[in-house]
């Protein structure tokens, strides 16, 4: 399975749209068996879900989405992780060990980043 990870260097993004890089975790029997890291190709509408869904992604993890992104991800058969911080890493082990729980939360404003601030603290 893989893993992607909207994230800020090797941290978990506040939002999806905005980070920095996807680091592509590949899995297997419940463990991490490689990493990569992309920088973000560019935000634009409907982009970037069709972008990692395209090159494998399985699980999406970030911390804010928009609804229009998880909707293209569903429609796409993605499972949509968000509210999640920390490590990118170490949410991927907790996903893997079936303790990552989404909050669903949904950022309804996401032109802008620093209206999903809650995402960052």
């Known amino acids: 399975m893989k893993i992607a990870v909207a994230a800020m260097g090797n941290a978990v993004a506040g939002h999806f749209g905005h980070c920095e890089n996807f680091i592509f975790f590949d899995t297997a029997d419940g463990k991490i068996t490689a990493e990569k890291s992309v920088p973000n190709p560019g935000h634009r509408p409907g982009f970037l879900p069709n972008f990692l869904a395209d090159n494998g992604a399985e699980v999406i993890i970030s911390g804010g989405m928009g609804g229009g992104a998880v909707d293209i991800f569903n429609e796409r058969g993605v499972e949509v992780i968000i509210g999640i911080q920390g490590d990118a890493r170490e949410a991927v082990e907790t996903y893997l060990r079936g303790e990552l729980v989404s909050t669903g939360s949904i950022c309804?404003?996401?032109?802008?980043?620093?209206?999903c601030k809650e995402h960052h603290e």
């Open 108 to 115: 309804h404003h996401h032109e802008h980043a620093d209206e």
